[in-house]
């Protein structure tokens, strides 16, 4: 069964009220599909920089991202782990603002995780960065997992 790595972007959009805007709003169905329709279908799991995230901002919602991610194989952050996502900021791909997204890809390359479900098209799920994303986790010989969001996961 293949791994899924779930950044914190899905169990945001899980705990979230529905949003007004209309892309998030769809963002959020799709969300909560893959999660009851697809979850099963692989093998979820987080890491400790996750569940930092799920804990932070209001109480309530961080209790509910809390909640979501209990019981999920937690990927450790090594210093393998740390070098990459140093490489992946140092090496240009990503922005020194998003540190924790290089943990996210790194923590995924490091454990040979299969798939890196995001939300964050911004610096993960990110077509134009791919490419040197990929350059550099194999830099570091690690396989970049496969970035990509629920609707891309969602079977046939």
Known sequence: MSRVYLETTILSYLAARPSRDLITAANQQLTHEWWEHRRRDFLPCVSEAVTREARAGDPQVAAQRSELVAGLPLLAITDEVILLAEALVRRG????????????????????????????????????????????????????????????????
């Not at 943990?103 to 993960?124: F, G, M, P, Q, S």
């Not at 134009?128 to 046939?156: S, Y």
């Open 93 to 156: 791909p990503l922005p020194p603002k998003a540190a924790t997204d290089a943990v996210h890809i790194a923590v995924a390359a490091v454990h040979a995780v299969d798939y890196l479900l995001t939300w964050n098209c911004k610096h993960i799920a990110n077509a134009e960065m791919r490419h040197r994303v990929l350059a550099v986790c194999e830099g570091r010989g690690h396989r970049m997992p496969v970035i990509c969001t629920p609707a891309e996961l969602m079977g046939e």
